[in-house]
């Protein structure tokens, strides 16, 4: 009887085939048992992502939860959600209810309603629970642990105070599932409505006092002091936001349209960035695969809307638009006119405007900025979902005017403590 060596090596290859797929059988199988598979079963080599043993040995993902008032959001609020979902593999957002934010702050400038459009439009939130509690009580704070599987709780590095001065964070402190961020600096809630209030004071005054425009105060971070009857508003800080080129990038998506895209274009002021906004946008993205939104410039926008406008300087207002899901792409300092090289550059297939708008009257005159868009026949106007504009949001706080110069009275002050006891927070 010959060698085993002396048969073909094709026959030779099979044997050391089998005998190396056995050995790893048998391998599986008593890693299988030391492990608890089923006798009957081996670990799933082919079995895919529905298998017993996949689903026991997934990584559970990290779910991370963050509440707040969201009232008059701005870009602050969305960099804080940023920062909570980079804490976690999923972001859960809690609204704080209107009667919550009356007990404890005073009366909210944008509703429930409107809040929630806001949050859920913010590209890093995941889900979203409305009428949260303002302070995490021990009931809640189980049900986030036991029906929302939460792992964690953030808040910022600024206190969260209830009105009986104790910290509305302390029993999920006490717990070990608490993770602090950084905040914004240079801008509130406090104060975007300290800048409104301002604008309605000084447009009273204007007539008398030959003021410069918020608009280029805003811009420039300086303060604005008047005197009236001995009350004065030096103490509401004007922008001293810091653009840098890392917080874009943050904000920013980072790719650009495909080669087949149909490219949608919107532009505006979106000054105060509210709901309105929001569903505008929304319906926009709806109609191409690529939403690029034209943010105008603070001198346009004081040009077409008032010497008071915008309350929100360039960057801060292209920050609240990238944050929305929706949008893909922002031109910080949109041209007034969409012209025909504009079109050919961003290779546009689409301008869009909504009916409720504070500059309707845009086709009267000499200078309709959608005169090239019309005439080549890709310009729509697209029927608005909520009769909102920034106007709308000034005419509130003018009409509750005194609850909100209070509210901001005693903000002020926790806000100031905080900057005079500030101390460096990483930021990622």
């Not at 409305?130 to 964690?152: G, H, V």
């Not at 300086?222 to 030096?234: F, N, P, Q, R, W």
């Not at 504070?358 to 729509?380: H, L, Q, R, W």
């Not at 909100?404 to 905080?418: D, L, T």
Request: with cysteine.
């Amino acid at each position: 009887m010959g060698s085993d060596f002396s048969r073909p090596d094709s026959q030779v290859s099979r044997w050391l085939a089998t005998g190396l797929l056995g050995g790893f059988i048998l391998t599986a199988s008593a890693l299988g048992f030391f492990l608890g598979f089923p006798n009957h079963s081996l670990p799933p080599l082919l079995g895919g992502s529905d298998s017993w043993w996949w689903k026991r040995n997934k990584k559970k993902p990290v779910r991370v939860y963050m509440d707040g008032c969201f009232d008059m959001m701005h870009y602050g609020h969305c960099n804080a959600l940023r920062q909570a979902r980079a804490l976690g593999d999923q972001l859960v957002v809690g609204v704080v209810s209107d009667d919550e934010i009356i007990a404890n702050k005073g009366p909210p400038v944008t509703p429930l309603h409107e809040r929630m459009i806001m949050v859920n439009a913010v590209k890093w939130v995941d889900e979203v629970i409305p009428d949260a509690p303002y302070a995490i009580t021990e009931e809640f704070m189980n049900k986030l642990f036991d029906e929302y599987k939460i792992d964690y709780i953030i808040h910022g590095d600024d206190p969260c105070l209830l009105p009986d001065g104790s910290d509305a964070y302390a029993l999920a402190k006490k717990a070990g599932r608490y993770k602090q961020i950084k905040r914004t600096e240079g801008v509130s809630s406090t104060d975007i409505v300290g800048r409104m209030l301002l604008c309605v004071r000084e447009r009273s005054l204007n007539d008398s006092h030959n003021h410069a425009s918020l608009q280029r105060q805003f811009s420039h971070g300086h303060s604005h002091k008047i005197e009236d009857g001995g009350v004065t508003a030096s103490s509401t800080r004007i922008s001293h936001f810091l653009p840098t080129s890392r917080r874009i990038v943050q904000f920013s998506n980072g790719k650009g349209p495909g080669p087949d895209a149909r490219i949608v274009y919107i532009d505006g002021a979106f000054d105060l960035f509210h709901a309105g906004h929001v569903e505008i946008l929304r319906l926009a993205r709806g109609l191409g695969d690529f939403l690029l939104v034209g943010i105008h410039t603070d001198q346009t926008v004081s040009n077409n809307r008032g010497a008071h406008r915008p309350i929100m300087n360039l960057h801060e207002r292209s920050l609240s638009v990238l944050a929305c899901r929706y949008v893909d792409e922002v031109i910080i300092g949109a041209p007034w006119e969409v012209s025909k090289d504009m079109i050919t550059t961003f290779n546009i297939s689409l301008v869009v405007h909504g009916t409720v708008a504070e500059n309707m009257d845009y086709t009267k005159g000499n200078c309709n900025p959608y005169a090239v868009p019309t005439s080549m026949g890709i310009f729509k106007e697209l029927e608005s979902t909520l009769d909102i504009t920034t106007t709308t949001i000034i005419k509130r706080i003018v009409a509750n005017h005194e609850a909100y110069q209070k509210r901001n009275e005693k903000k002020s002050e926790s806000e100031k403590r905080y900057y005079e006891g500030k101390t460096f927070v990483g930021d990622d």
